[in-house]
């Protein structure tokens, strides 16, 4: 690519970047469908057939993945059952109030009285429509729900890798930077509260491990998609 990626990036060809962009979608989805509901027979089934790399150069990664890659190791008859009991403890918690549990939406956290569908939503879903994306008829949560952002992110970015292979590079660079403008100002932003949250309430290493690798990805994410775009637009 030219002037879209930044120095350390520039000889990457368009076929290499659409490549970087399918992982990118891929890590997202993964991290979404944990999010969004417990683990089912088939998640699990494929979770413990993956590899789970412990030297990434990102700390919060290798420390998720060396949580996760330890907790399925040790599965059992009463894994699936330990895991939605945990999903129930982590983010719906008692119900009680707002800081009972590591509640998994952004107007939550950013909102005064930890309230949702507060103005977070609202911008979101702003961003989302802005983008051609409405809430699936299936999706029962609200909008800033930390599944539907990441979900989000996994679009836009399958949405560059085939803007890659299209060869369009202004499409290219405008969607880049719409992604680090939802990266910055909503998933970035708010989601390491969200993450001492689920290290506070969580009782199982899996759901330990979820909060490293949210951190490890979202940061490593947007590092990377500065110095694609350059300091310049940060």
Excluded at 118 to 127: G, H, K, M, P, S
Excluded at 130 to 146: C, M, P, R, T
Aim: net charge negative; glycine share 6%.
């Amino acid at each position: 690519m030219s002037n879209a990626l930044n120095n350390d990036q520039s000889q990457l060809t368009l076929a290499e970047f659409a490549e970087i962009n399918d992982r990118r979608a891929s890590s997202y989805a993964f991290l979404s469908r944990l999010f969004a509901k417990e683990v089912d027979p088939e998640l699990l089934d494929h979770m413990h057939n993956m590899k789970f790399p412990m030297n990434t150069g990102n700390s919060d990664t290798d420390e998720g993945n060396r949580l996760l890659a330890g907790y399925l190791s040790n599965i059992w008859d009463g894994t699936l059952q330990e895991l939605a009991v945990d999903y129930v403890h982590t983010f719906i918690g008692s119900g009680i109030d707002a800081f009972s549990a590591a509640y998994p939406y952004e107007s939550v956290y950013t909102s005064p009285k930890r309230l949702m569908m507060q103005e977070a939503r609202d911008e979101v879903l702003a961003i989302y429509r802005s983008q051609g994306i409405e809430k699936a008829l299936s999706w029962q949560e609200a909008e800033d729900h930390v599944a539907a952002e990441l979900e989000f992110m996994a679009a836009l970015a399958t949405r560059t890798a085939d803007l890659c292979r299209e060869e369009n590079e202004e499409a290219v660079t405008r969607l880049l930077r719409t992604q680090r403008g939802f990266l910055a100002d909503h998933l970035y932003a708010w989601t390491g509260m969200l993450t001492a949250d689920m290290r506070k309430y969580a009782r199982t290493d899996f759901y330990k491990s979820l909060a490293s690798l949210l951190d490890g990805l979202l940061g490593s994410d947007l590092e990377t998609l500065n110095n694609i775009l350059g300091p310049e637009e940060a």
